[in-house]
């Protein structure tokens, strides 16, 4: 209260008004209270004139007496004023403040006195002034005197001007004391209700600097039904509102910050000025750097890329959203896409930057260019050589039945690399598209590698191979699809017979490595793989001898789809060797 301005603005104005009016009224009254005094004065001293008259007769005949000075001087003490007669030539004949006769006697001529004057022209006469005789201020009343019709003389009543102003200004103090505790009381009035009308404006002024503050817990009650009472309720609803608004506000930023965290892509945004306002860690991973620490800094204080650095400011010169492939090389082979968009505003309050990672999907379309670039390659290969066949045959080698047996031949042997081919392909993309529905069971190892062995028997055998059999421990069973894990080891044992040269040693071993893995291994002593090839052997159509393989009736994807269905099957595929001494192929599957 006493540190507010306002109530001392509101206090300090009204208690001057109080004062000033105060005063005016004091002075007001007092002039008026003087002049009714004078008047009062001037009544009392006419009524002394008019009783000194009423008990006189023929005084001014019988001129200066004892006796007539006597009963003046009596006169005048019981009226308490100055009497004093004057004849019609201005002698004064009596006088009650003159204490012996001849005193009176001595008295200078009064007939040029003010009062004198008007009372013999006009019947009374009245003055205000220093008297000559007694040297201080008076107020005199005269009144002419008549004799048996005839003016003769001039009763005269004074009275001296400080038993006036003694009066007048007992009565002058009064009215400043009556002034002043009015005053006061005004004042003590005036300061309650200015009180009373500050109270709330400093408790809604104060609850209103805590709500700026943030402290949305406010409310106010005041008891009046006025203008007052409605102001604070519509406060509290005001500031409820504004709680559940910045609550709301709260919420869907943090829902806002937990989506841009949980993010994929990288999301930055900056203000006009490049600083970074936001940036999730997305953002910090693609782009190397700590989205804390580039908070308020400049972004390419520590994003230092070129293409992102000129497409930034390009978008905030245009306002133009832009898409972009930004390539870091010096960090890593990664390559981003980048949109940025600038924020809706004018002026423009800054960008939003937009990245995601295209290294894995411009991979995958390489990889797809690469593949049907080798398919192609593939297909024409034994298409070409139908073509050729059909082609000499047409134009007269059909006719010699020995040739064309042998063309025919050929053709039949392309015709089938082809369809191999195209088993395989169709076999790889059912696999990779993850629509061939698996029959998991648990299939038992020893029956399943023997009917296996049994379909590879005769090429085996062709090449003078030996195909054994290594159980570690009787009824270890897997589990897997059935079709699946013949392919598997139909491919790996087709391999290990293809690339073993002739007197060759092929063995199938098999064995529990813990209580949830079988471990299933075909093992050659055929030519072997360098090491810097055992990484690629899974991939589609690589072969490390090409025209061999070809030779060999290879497509190249074999182990691509072997390593497709195991993985399918929720195992794993491995590879050692040795040039020149052989390959071990071994496969992880549950147990069964
Ligand atoms: P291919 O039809 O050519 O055999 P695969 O995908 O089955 O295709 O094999 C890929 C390549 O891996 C082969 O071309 C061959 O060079 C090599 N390879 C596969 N199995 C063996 C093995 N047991 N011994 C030596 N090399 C092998």
Same mark, same amino acid.
């Given at each position: 209260?006493?540190?507010? !301005?306002?109530?001392?603005?509101?206090?300090?104005?009204?208690?001057?008004?109080?004062?000033?009016?105060?005063?005016?009224?004091?002075?007001?009254?007092?002039?008026?209270?003087?002049?009714?005094?004078?008047?009062?004065?001037?009544?009392?001293?006419?009524?002394?004139?008019?009783?000194?008259?009423?008990?006189?007769?023929?005084?001014?005949?019988?001129?200066?007496?004892?006796?007539?000075?006597?009963?003046?001087?009596?006169?005048?003490?019981?009226?308490?004023?100055?009497?004093?007669?004057?004849?019609?030539?201005?002698?004064?004949?009596?006088?009650?403040?003159?204490?012996?006769?001849?005193?009176?006697?001595?008295?200078?001529?009064?007939?040029?006195?003010?009062? $004198?004057?008007?009372?013999?022209?006009?019947?009374?006469?009245?003055?205000? !002034?220093?008297?000559? #005789?007694?040297?201080?201020?008076?107020?005199?009343?005269?009144?002419?005197?008549?004799?048996?019709?005839?003016?003769?003389?001039?009763?005269?009543?004074?009275?001296?001007?400080?038993?006036?102003?003694?009066?007048?200004?007992?009565?002058?103090?009064?009215?400043?004391?009556?002034?002043?505790?009015?005053?006061?009381? $005004?004042?003590?009035?005036?300061?309650? $209700?200015?009180?009373?009308?500050?109270? @709330?404006?400093?408790?809604?002024?104060?609850?209103?600097?805590?709500?700026?503050?943030?402290?949305?817990?406010?409310?106010?009650?005041?008891?009046?039904?006025?203008?007052?009472?409605?102001?604070?309720?519509?406060?509290?609803?005001?500031?409820?509102?504004?709680?559940?608004?910045?609550?709301?506000?709260?919420?869907?930023?943090?829902?806002?910050? #937990?989506?841009?965290?949980?993010?994929?892509?990288?999301?930055?945004?900056?203000?006009?000025?490049?600083?970074?306002?936001?940036?999730?860690?997305?953002?910090?991973?693609?782009?190397?750097?700590?989205?804390?620490?580039?908070?308020?800094?400049?972004?390419?204080?520590?994003?230092?890329?070129?293409?992102?650095?000129?497409?930034?400011?390009?978008?905030?010169?245009?306002?133009?959203?832009?898409?972009?492939?930004?390539?870091?090389?010096?960090?890593?082979?990664?390559?981003?896409?980048?949109?940025?968009?600038?924020?809706?505003?004018?002026? *423009?309050?800054?960008?939003?930057?937009?990245?995601?990672?295209?290294?894995?999907?411009?991979?995958?379309?390489?990889?797809?260019?690469?593949?049907?670039?080798?398919?192609?390659?593939?297909?024409?290969?034994?298409?070409?050589?139908?073509?050729?066949?059909?082609?000499?045959?047409?134009?007269?080698?059909?006719?010699? @039945?020995?040739?064309?047996? #042998?063309?025919?031949? %050929?053709?039949?042997?392309?015709?089938?690399?082809?369809?191999?081919?195209?088993?395989?392909?169709?076999?790889?993309?059912?696999?990779?598209?993850?629509?061939?529905?698996?029959?998991?069971?648990?299939?038992?190892? !020893?029956?399943?590698?023997?009917?296996?062995?049994?379909?590879?028997?005769?090429?085996?055998?062709?090449?003078?191979?030996?195909?054994?059999?290594?159980?570690?421990?009787?009824?270890?069973?897997?589990?897997?699809?059935?079709?699946?894990?013949?392919?598997?080891?139909?491919?790996?044992?087709?391999?290990?017979?293809?690339?073993?040269?002739?007197?060759?040693?092929?063995?199938?071993?098999?064995? *529990?490595?813990?209580?949830? #893995?079988?471990?299933?291994?075909?093992?050659?002593?055929?030519?072997?793989?360098?090491?810097?090839?055992?990484?690629?052997?899974?991939? %589609?159509?690589?072969?490390?001898?090409?025209?061999?393989?070809?030779?060999?009736?290879?497509?190249?994807?074999?182990?691509?789809?072997?390593?497709?269905?195991?993985?399918?099957?929720?195992?794993?595929?491995?590879?050692?060797?040795?040039?020149?001494?052989?390959?071990?192929?071994?496969?992880?599957?549950?147990?069964?």
């Amino acid at each position: 209260m006493w540190s507010s !301005r306002l109530f001392w603005k509101l206090f300090l104005v009204y208690a001057g008004l109080n004062i000033a009016s105060a005063i005016v009224f004091v002075l007001i009254v007092s002039g008026r209270q003087q002049s009714q005094v004078v008047e009062q004065v001037q009544q009392r001293l006419h009524d002394s004139a008019v009783i000194m008259r009423s008990s006189m007769d023929d005084v001014f005949q019988q001129g200066l007496t004892e006796h007539l000075q006597d009963k003046v001087k009596k006169l005048g003490a019981l009226t308490g004023t100055r009497l004093t007669l004057i004849d019609m030539d201005g002698i004064v004949i009596a006088d009650s403040d003159q204490a012996t006769l001849e005193m009176v006697r001595g008295m200078e001529n009064h007939r040029n006195r003010v009062e $004198v004057i008007q009372a013999i022209s006009t019947g009374s006469g009245t003055s205000e !002034r220093i008297s000559p #005789t007694l040297s201080e201020p008076m107020l005199y009343y005269a009144m002419l005197f008549e004799e048996n019709g005839q003016p003769a003389g001039v009763v005269r009543a004074a009275i001296t001007m400080a038993k006036i102003q003694k009066e007048v200004s007992s009565v002058e103090k009064l009215i400043w004391s009556i002034a002043f505790l009015v005053s006061l009381t $005004v004042m003590f009035i005036t300061y309650w $209700v200015v009180a009373r009308m500050i109270r @709330p404006l400093t408790i809604l002024t104060n609850a209103a600097e805590s709500i700026a503050g943030g402290d949305y817990d406010q409310k106010l009650y005041f008891p009046q039904q006025d203008e007052l009472g409605i102001l604070a309720q519509s406060f509290n609803h005001m500031s409820q509102e504004m709680a559940e608004r910045v609550r709301q506000l709260q919420a869907s930023g943090d829902r806002l910050g #937990t989506v841009l965290e949980g993010m994929v892509e990288g999301v930055i945004a900056t203000n006009e000025h490049q600083h970074v306002l936001f940036a999730n860690e997305s953002a910090g991973r693609l782009l190397f750097f700590s989205p804390e620490e580039a908070q308020g800094k400049p972004l390419f204080e520590s994003v230092r890329n070129h293409q992102l650095q000129k497409a930034v400011t390009e978008v905030l010169n245009t306002l133009e959203p832009r898409r972009m492939e930004v390539e870091l090389e010096s960090t890593s082979d990664r390559i981003l896409g980048v949109t940025t968009t600038p924020l809706p505003g004018d002026p *423009c309050p800054g960008l939003v930057i937009v990245l995601f990672d295209m290294t894995e999907l411009r991979r995958l379309e390489s990889l797809r260019q690469e593949f049907v670039a080798n398919v192609s390659h593939e297909l024409k290969t034994p298409l070409s050589s139908i073509k050729a066949y059909t082609e000499t045959l047409i134009r007269g080698a059909m006719d010699d @039945p020995k040739i064309s047996q #042998t063309f025919l031949l %050929r053709i039949e042997e392309q015709a089938e690399r082809l369809h191999e081919l195209i088993m395989d392909l169709i076999s790889l993309a059912s696999i990779e598209s993850g629509n061939q529905v698996f029959d998991i069971v648990s299939i038992e190892l !020893r029956p399943f590698v023997e009917a296996c062995l049994v379909d590879q028997q005769k090429v085996a055998e062709s090449k003078n191979i030996e195909l054994l059999i290594e159980e570690k421990e009787p009824g270890i069973k897997m589990k897997a699809d059935e079709e699946g894990l013949h392919q598997i080891l139909g491919n790996l044992i087709n391999n290990a017979i293809k690339y073993t040269p002739d007197q060759g040693k092929i063995t199938i071993r098999w064995l *529990c490595e813990d209580s949830h #893995t079988v471990l299933l291994q075909v093992q050659d002593t055929g030519i072997g793989i360098e090491e810097k090839y055992q990484a690629r052997l899974f991939e %589609r159509f690589f072969r490390v001898d090409k025209a061999r393989s070809r030779e060999l009736g290879g497509t190249g994807l074999g182990l691509s789809i072997v390593k497709h269905l195991v993985q399918s099957l929720n195992g794993t595929i491995g590879v050692t060797s040795k040039v020149g001494e052989g390959s071990t192929f071994s496969v992880r599957l549950p147990r069964g």
